[in-house]
């Protein structure tokens, strides 16, 4: 089987949900990471448990009327921290959102998810004390993560190398094992040397998938399909991953194949899904 795999997408209640997975298999796709989505956010774990559940149960839905082997990632979306920060403060915000790390992290322990995430740090400019405390708490949810053998999806602004060496030394840090840190809307860094060990999930413009594959086989496609009824396709399209593994087997067809079967081995590898 080729593991057509979309690492990063996102169902809703109020979207397509398992209509969308439907159409992603129809053109082929194999495998799919949901990622919860922040909702109206309110300072309580009970805000957190009740994404879960609603990312659980869209799973659990795709799993009874697909084939689709469904992943699922779930945890604190960093822009809510900064909502929060600003209801109850900074002390309260880092221990409501490490007791939803470990939340998250039971449920990846207990089988019923397969990653920590997204969590991470703003994607625009904060004023530098938000900045060290989103990096604070980023660190600690690492440590978390390390706690339960989770691998972690991680959001932040837009990557250059300086980003990856940063997370890298945070994971590093804790103890927290390098190709485990995944990076969610990542460039085409395949290299050691531009993404510091972190393993890449990027953003698969056929640009960015190109240039992937003619520096190496170790990383994953994501679409960051929103599933949003006011912004339809946004930020890809459910269907755009297997049309790139379609693109990569006409275009590079021998090193499609190592891509294949390095797939297989990185799923298992870092979800402990044997495909």
Not at 47 to 76: C, H, M, Q
Not at 134 to 151: G, M, T, V
Not at 244 to 254: G, T
Request: net charge negative.
């Amino acid at each position: 089987m080729i593991p057509v795999f979309d690492n990063h997408v996102h169902l809703q209640k109020k979207g397509e949900n398992v209509n969308a997975a439907k159409r992603y298999e129809r053109k082929g796709g194999k495998i799919l990471n949901i990622c919860n989505i922040p909702g109206e956010f309110r300072p309580s774990i009970d805000y957190f448990e009740e994404i879960y559940n609603e990312t659980l149960s869209i799973a659990d839905r795709v799993r009874k009327e697909t084939s689709l082997t469904v992943l699922v990632t779930i945890g604190p979306y960093p822009v809510d921290a900064l909502k929060s920060v600003e209801i109850i403060g900074k002390e309260k915000t880092e221990d409501l959102f490490l007791r939803a790390t470990d939340y998250a992290g039971k449920l990846v322990q207990n089988g019923m998810a397969h990653a920590i995430g997204e969590i991470g740090r703003p994607h625009f400019n904060v004023d530098e004390d938000l900045w060290e405390f989103s990096n604070s708490l980023l660190e600690k949810q690492i440590a978390i993560a390390k706690d339960y053998d989770s691998p972690v999806i991680l959001h932040t602004e837009s990557a250059t190398k300086e980003t990856f060496m940063e997370i890298s030394r945070m994971g590093e840090k804790v103890g927290f094992k390098r190709w485990k840190m995944i990076k969610h809307y990542s460039p085409p860094f395949i290299l050691e040397e531009e993404n510091y060990g972190i393993f890449p999930s990027i953003i698969s413009s056929r640009d960015n998938i190109r240039q992937a594959i003619m520096k190496g086989t170790t990383f994953f496609m994501e679409t960051d399909f929103l599933d949003d009824p006011m912004r339809r396709g946004a930020v890809m399209d459910i269907e755009t991953v297997p049309k790139r593994y379609i693109m990569l087997q006409q275009e590079f067809p021998e090193l499609f194949e190592k891509y294949v079967q390095d797939s297989k081995i990185n799923i298992l590898r870092i979800y402990g899904v044997e495909i």
